[in-house]
């Protein structure tokens, strides 16, 4: 078990299975390739189950491949050691999947044109999702309680260091930095033809017009049993089944025992969470950092 972060370009990230090696090369070296799919998320919006859609569209509803090859395998996570190393061997056109802040994003996206889904989540279940994650994980120092976390979340990276003086191991913040700056950045792309804005909150309440909509963006035609494949396999109830989607099987070196990404899968759970006082407070520092976005654009608002 580790305590603290790797720290790579002033954000904080997990120590285990990443480094700064890994994230400079990843960040600066990739190529992305016109013929690639890249699914972008904050962590903890939802991503594990769009990567799983993905591949069920991929295979036109057939199963062997999600239940045969461990989810970090279909689509490698590109800024890890592991998933870089993996996409940089694989041919033709690939599935990748990425956390990383627009800003720290290799520059090849912007000049090609592979298609980009970026997910987000409602901002308060992301941080419930994400306190329950760091209590059941190894990757960063793991919080004493919600109230603690959701101090961490607010503050997301460690901007005040410099203010501080502070060394940044010495400030506990959140991996990836900032849910509002994340969000922010990638906004940043949502007019472009090969950029698909996606929320887990329209995956909940229709998950079946939301994979019609991801299909079309992909150029993807299913037939109606294909895409009732594609809906019954990536449900949280199936997936919360298979071995390879849901983490149990990931070492232990990662997690404690029993660990799966599919928890509870469901929107509102904050509610069951928040004080009126934190509901309040969280609300006020969202409207300050998200000001200035349309109406409509934000299902959770
Ligand atoms: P909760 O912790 O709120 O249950 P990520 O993949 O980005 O780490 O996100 C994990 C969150 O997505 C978890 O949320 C998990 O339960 C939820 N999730 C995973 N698979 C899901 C599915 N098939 N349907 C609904 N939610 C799912």
Request: one cysteine or more.
């Amino acid at each position: 078990m580790t305590d603290g972060y790797l720290w790579f370009e002033g954000l904080p990230f997990p120590r285990v299975g990443w480094s700064c090696e890994g994230l400079k090369e990843a960040c600066t070296k990739f190529v992305i390739k016109d013929e690639d799919t890249v699914m972008v998320s904050y962590p903890k919006s939802g991503s594990h189950w769009v990567i799983e859609i993905l591949c069920l569209i991929h295979s036109k509803g057939d199963t062997k491949w999600i239940q045969s090859v461990p989810i970090w395998e279909c689509a490698p996570w590109l800024e890890t050691d592991v998933g870089y190393k993996m996409l940089n061997e694989r041919e033709g056109p690939r599935l990748l999947a990425s956390h990383l802040p627009f800003h720290l994003f290799p520059k090849s996206l912007f000049t090609s044109k592979a298609k980009v889904i970026y997910l987000m989540r409602s901002p308060k279940d992301v941080l419930v999702s994400g306190y329950y994650h760091r209590t059941v994980t190894k990757l960063t120092k793991n919080p004493e309680s919600l109230e603690q976390y959701f101090q961490w979340f607010l503050e997301g990276n460690a901007s005040v260091l410099a203010v501080c003086n502070l060394h940044p191991c010495a400030y506990p913040a959140v991996s990836y930095g900032s849910w509002f700056e994340h969000v922010r950045g990638w906004m940043s792309m949502r007019d472009r033809e090969n950029v698909l804005l996606l929320s887990y909150e329209e995956l909940q309440k229709d998950p079946r017009s939301t994979i019609e909509r991801i299909c079309q963006f992909l150029g993807k035609k299913l037939d109606p049993e294909e895409l009732d494949s594609v809906l019954k396999n990536s449900s949280f109830q199936v997936m919360n089944q298979n071995k390879m989607s849901n983490f149990e099987i990931l070492s232990e070196t990662f997690t404690t025992k029993n660990f799966k990404i599919t928890r509870k899968g469901i929107c509102g759970d904050w509610k069951n969470h928040f004080t009126v006082a934190q509901a309040e407070a969280f609300d006020k520092f969202y409207q300050e950092k998200m000001a200035g976005f349309p109406k409509g654009l934000f299902p959770w608002e």
